[in-house]
């Protein structure tokens, strides 16, 4: 087998739910060894949430936490405990990385702190996930993925489309913006470890989820510092800047932003009347018009199946895609051939089809290689084989709650 990107790598994750799990995920999922600390008893936060096997709620029938742990070891450790810290800390000296999501003030109260563990490992690369920062007057808030895009400007933009712009301010589908601070988290880590390889020095990752979402946001938060203008969702309507057009059997949303967009369209919709109108020929007239202009889009896409029109549109070179449900994206050709659905079989759910890694790796590539760990699956192995306990220390350790 192929070596993996990361192999060799050793990532400690101290994490649980979306973000910081996201984050070791990926690079688990690029050949690092990861071992997922979880708390005894009751595990990671997402293992109580859906969607659940057959609609009913099980710690280890969770969705959200199958796909955010594969590829990775689990044990349980409470690092509150004495000797669940001197855990933590002999396995801090073999880890090349930390992943942690805790508030600043809840690692400084255990003593866990970049300052005191890069003691212990001066190569230590820590990166700590919060909402805000390690520091700033917002650093102890606690926040979620709903609050947070809404703090970092996105928010305020959704729904987007001049119809909604009265509406109150939406949260996004999903956990999409804890991914992508997770996904920021994961870039920001290899960068330090690429660091570490040319210098030998380990160092503290500061991850901001607000400030992740809103790098991801930068156009429109630019916007007002640079021209005192703010964005909203009161948008000039060119063939993209309405709400998606209606179709026989759903929506497509086209972006015929050029003039030989608007040509090539022209000609696809048949040269309409109306689209002869020569005020329709430039991008300022498609603003201005915009209203009059799409409703005469919807009344002809209405007529088509998205298939076509997609199709039909991207053959002629205009930018254009179908809006897709979960059914729909399963059954796409485009992945069926890439291969970006995968099955893993998992004790507790049977055979589970996830995604595959974010790219394609021609020299060190991706691979599922186990599921989701059960809750302290993997005690023994990183107990009594990494950090040599004996059977009987893990059942002491057991019972007085420490693991």
């Not at 994490?15 to 990926?26: D, E, M, N, Q, R």
């Not at 230590?124 to 390690?134: A, D, H, K, R």
């Not at 896409?301 to 205009?318: C, N």
């Not at 974010?358 to 599922?368: D, F």
């Amino acid at each position: 087998m192929a070596d993996k990107a990361l192999e060799g790598v050793k990532v400690l994750e101290y994490a649980s739910f979306v973000t910081g799990p996201y984050c070791s995920k990926l690079l688990a999922d690029l050949g690092a060894e990861v071992i997922k600390i979880e708390r005894p008893g009751g595990g990671d936060e997402a293992r109580c949430r859906g969607p659940f096997l057959n609609d009913i709620p099980h710690p280890e029938r969770s969705g959200l936490f199958l796909y955010l742990n594969t590829n990775k070891l689990g044990i349980t450790l409470d690092p509150e405990t004495q000797t669940g810290k001197k855990i933590f800390l002999e396995l801090l000296k073999w880890a090349d990385i930390l992943i942690e999501d805790k508030p600043p003030r809840e690692m400084e109260g255990i003593g866990l702190t970049y300052d005191k563990l890069k003691e212990i490992n001066p190569q230590l690369i820590m990166t700590s996930i919060t909402p805000f920062g390690q520091f700033g007057p917002y650093q102890d808030y606690k926040a979620y993925n709903l609050n947070i895009p809404h703090g970092a400007g996105g928010g305020y933009l959704t729904p987007g489309g001049s119809p909604n712009a009265e509406r109150e301010p939406l949260k996004g589908g999903g956990f999409f913006d804890d991914h992508i601070a997770g996904l920021s988290a994961a870039t920001v880590t290899v960068i330090a470890f690429y660091h570490r390889i040319k210098t030998g020095s380990g160092q503290h990752v500061d991850v901001s989820k607000q400030e992740a979402l809103m790098a991801l946001n930068r156009t429109e938060i630019t916007n007002y510092p640079n021209m005192d203008t703010i964005a909203t969702r009161v948008v000039g309507s060119s063939a993209l800047g309405r709400r998606p057009p209606p179709c026989q059997n759903g929506y497509v949303q086209i972006a015929a932003l050029l003039d030989w967009h608007w040509v090539s369209f022209k000609e696809f919709m048949g040269n309409p009347r109306w689209a002869q109108d020569t005020k329709f020929d430039t991008l300022d007239g498609r603003s201005e018009y915009g209203n009059e202009m799409n409703d005469n889009i919807e009344e002809w896409t209405r007529g088509h199946t998205k298939e076509e029109i997609f199709h039909g549109l991207q053959g002629r070179g205009v930018p254009t895609a179908m809006i897709c449900n979960a059914a729909e994206v399963m059954s796409s050709p485009q992945y069926e051939e890439r291969g970006f659905f995968v099955e893993v079989e998992h004790p507790e759910m049977g055979k589970v089809v996830c995604p595959r890694g974010l790219g394609i790796l021609s020299r060190t590539p991706w691979a599922l290689e186990h599921p989701a760990p059960l809750l302290g699956q993997h005690n023994r192995e990183v107990y009594t084989r990494l950090l040599g306990y004996t059977r009987e220390d893990m059942v002491r350790m057991r019972e007085a709650g420490v693991i």
